[in-house]
């Protein structure tokens, strides 16, 4: 409670400046939407949602504030065959989604998204970085299958597209203000207003403080809340010319995300550790409750992001140009073993990743018949990643003031002492360049049939450089090689072609085909020298038919059918170096799998004040080859499950609203989401399976009519349901396994302004 009175104090000061914007209005808070007119760019156009021949669930500003939904990670909730697993490595900031099984979660500078995230047509390559829980969204329109034709980035798996709202020539403010478990305060405010019949401006800003729900003895919880993030928007609109200057920033100042020792089995790594150091290790009893070593306890971010959109109308086409830089600057660790006093297990990492990119489109009317784009995109990404790994910390000064180097192993057998020094700084370096031309035109064949189609060539290249030291011996990881430089350079062709039906105005079929493109990297954890390289790129063959139908205001129905066929998946996977006896994280290639599956959502004015959401996800996910080593011996491990996909997602909304009287409007609601038991590693360890479980959220509100105020109360998670998200398993090396948890049950109470 402590940072209440000072939130209440800044939220006071940041809306003050928009009370003058304050106008008289039937209504201002906004109505809930049922999604039959939500407009979406999905096809780089504005249309309805229900017109475009492609599987894309979107939800607007008047879903997300009704909701609660303060994070992009938390439309998993709503569309079908989505999930995101949470930051790892200590770090809380990062997205990374799985669509229709496809995804990865590794953070590491050498790995790229295969779902891409887009804020105002600009990719986010990190997405740490990026602020996504302003006020002043428009929409999140979530895009299932492989995009390329349309967008920027080539992505294999799907694209999630969060479009800000553009100052117009309204003046509007929005603010709210919640206080919720844990003390966590949040405040937020955007304010938009016109300059001049050209000029108008909008500014958001925002600030949540709280404490951690995993307590640790020392007092500094994991996954507490310490951010401000702002953005400012300046919008031209005449003679032709509408230009977009957006610059954002954020600060997080936290403590490393929750996570949790599950389970630990002493190994050759641990006693050692308990003969020459301390103790180790011990599991906690409660994943509520762990500890952590000062040092490694941190998540801290900064960043600064900046984009300018032109478009210029010429009549019958318009050009269009999308430049953007980001600049993350982030410093996250994580204590695997469970202790303040113990440091055998943890890792630091110091992140740095700047992206410039350029994209030009040339939109042309096909005489009324239809649409061409036309686009090219360039794209340069410099990260750099500084990763201290810390295993037995100061085990090797131990081993020489005990005159054991060598460390004997066996009668007349023994090792260098510092072969056992595993404290480890990586010193991680990569270049990306991604050059492309792409094009999607549609035509209508007749006043109900319509074709589209699309290309894209996409070139990429990579230049990675690796250093590892060992701390304390001052001698390479990798014998003989201080350090070395890896490039290799990747293109494909990936077509798209699509027909739609308008059976009547409101029915429409469809039946695409479409191919991703994934480039190949480097193996950023090499523990020997053997496995210094790359692995290859991946590619995806989609077949989707689906339908959009509309009952007017009554309902909306759309059904997706698909089938993916994955070409050398690039798969994460944890096992241990036959060389070394270290652990490997490291990231491989699948011969082939298969992904099939159905999807349904429907949204349902039973009433007229009472209203049904839902969304089904079938999936069935399965390798048709694959082979991985372990052990040092090629292993067929096509029977394995792939993860974070679950054979069933669900999930149903109920919505009342009600007048209490004749300036009181209440609107209560109740969201259930439920996905069915799913492996969150490659290896499907047992300790790490998530089993089929839902999670039920509700809340109440009262809408203050013409005032513009409303009270939110809400309850997350309410039956305290506590699964896996999230984990690796180091069992047989280091001992121990890891795992994420999602959070407790969470109460929250929102004041809300809006003119």
Not at 161 to 166: F, G, K, L, Q
Not at 388 to 401: E, Q, T
Request: proline share 5%.
């Amino acid at each position: 409670m402590s940072r209440l009175p000072f939130a209440v104090t800044a939220f006071a000061i940041l809306a003050s400046p928009a009370i003058s914007f304050a106008q008289t209005a039937a209504s201002r808070v906004p109505a809930l939407s049922d999604g039959s007119d939500i407009v979406v760019t999905a096809r780089r156009r504005e249309e309805r949602l229900q017109d475009v021949p492609i599987a894309v669930s979107a939800v607007d500003t008047a879903a997300l504030d009704s909701r609660g939904l303060d994070n992009v990670t938390q439309v998993s909730q709503i569309a079908p065959n989505i999930q995101f697993t949470p930051g790892q490595g200590g770090n809380s900031g990062g997205i990374a989604p799985f669509i229709r099984g496809v995804g990865e979660n590794d953070f590491i500078i050498t790995s790229d998204p295969a779902v891409g995230v887009y804020i105002d047509g600009v990719y986010v390559a990190r997405t740490f970085g990026a602020t996504t829980e302003l006020l002043g969204i428009d929409r999140i329109e979530v895009l299932r299958g492989p995009q390329g034709t349309l967008f920027g980035k080539n992505t294999v798996g799907g694209a999630i597209n969060i479009v800000s709202a553009v100052p117009g020539r309204e003046q509007k403010v929005a603010a709210d203000l919640r206080y919720g478990s844990f003390d966590t305060v949040r405040g937020r405010v955007y304010a938009e207003t016109p300059l001049s019949d050209a000029w108008s401006l909008g500014i958001a800003a925002r600030g949540e403080f709280g404490e951690g729900w995993q307590k640790i003895p020392s007092g500094d919880n994991l996954g507490n809340r310490n951010v401000v993030a702002g953005k400012i928007a300046l919008h031209y609109d005449g003679d032709g010319l509408d230009a977009v200057l957006q610059v954002d920033g954020l600060r997080r100042r936290q403590h490393s995300a929750p996570h949790s020792m599950i389970a630990f089995t002493p190994t050759f790594f641990s006693i050692l550790q308990s003969t020459f150091l301390a103790p180790c290790c011990t599991v906690p009893g409660d994943i509520d409750r762990t500890d952590s070593t000062s040092s490694l306890n941190r998540d801290r971010t900064d960043a600064i992001n900046a984009s300018l959109t032109l478009s210029k109308d010429l009549g019958s086409a318009t050009i269009k140009a999308i430049t953007a830089y980001r600049h993350v600057d982030a410093l996250f660790g994580r204590d695997g073993d469970a202790s303040a006093t113990v440091n055998y297990a943890g890792d630091i990492h110091d992140e740095k990743a700047r992206q410039i990119s350029q994209e030009l489109q040339l939109s042309l009317d096909l005489g009324g018949h239809g649409t061409l784009l036309l686009g090219a995109f360039a794209y340069r990404e410099k990260t750099r990643d500084n990763t201290s790994l810390i295993v037995a910390d100061g085990l090797y000064p131990a081993l020489v003031a005990a005159g054991l180097d060598p460390f004997p192993i066996a009668p007349g057998f023994a090792i260098p002492a510092a072969s056992l020094d595993f404290n480890i700084d990586f010193r991680n370096r990569q270049r990306t360049d991604n050059l492309a031309l792409f094009a999607n035109g549609n035509y209508g064949l007749t006043g109900r049939l319509s074709l589209e189609l699309g290309a894209r060539y996409t070139w990429e290249k990579k230049r990675f450089f690796q250093s590892a030291m060992r701390i304390y011996s001052g001698e390479p990881l990798l014998a003989g090689t201080p350090g070395y430089h890896l490039e290799k350079s990747w293109d494909a062709f990936t077509p798209r072609a699509s027909l739609s039906y308008r059976f009547r105005p409101n029915l429409m079929g469809y039946a695409s085909y479409s191919r991703g493109f994934r480039s190949g990297g480097f193996n950023g954890r090499p523990t020997s020298v053997e496995e210094i390289g790359s692995y290859d790129p991946e590619h995806l063959t989609a077949y989707e038919a689906g339908i959009k139908a509309g009952f007017g205001r009554i309902a909306t129905i759309n059904l997706a059918v698909f089938r993916n066929e994955y070409r050398d998946q690039q798969i994460l996977v944890s096992t241990v170096s036959p060389a070394t006896g270290l652990i490997i994280v490291r990231n491989e290639n699948a011969g082939r799998s298969r992904i099939q599956g159905v999807e349904l959502e429907g949204n349902f004015r039973v009433a007229p004040r009472f209203t049904l959401m839902g969304a089904l996800g079938l999936l069935d996910a399965r390798y048709l080859d694959y082979v991985s080593v372990i052990n040092g011996a090629p292993t067929d491990v096509s029977n394995r499950k792939l993860k974070q996909a679950p054979d069933i997602t669900a999930n149903a909304s109920a919505v009342y609203q009600m007048p209490l009287s004749d300036t009181v409007e209440g609107v209560f609601r109740v969201d259930v989401a439920y996905k069915s038991e799913v492996y969150v590693d490659a290896e499907n360890t047992p300790l790490l399976r998530q089993p089929d479980h839902a999670m039920l959220n509700a809340s109440a509100e009262l809408r203050f009519g013409d005032s513009g105020l409303s009270v939110r109360a809400g309850v997350d998670n309410i039956t305290d349901r506590r699964i896996v998200t999230a984990g690796y398993d180091a069992s047989t090396s280091f001992g121990f396994t890891e795992a994420y948890y999602s959070p407790p049950r969470r109460y929250s109470i929102t004041l809300a302004w809006r003119h």
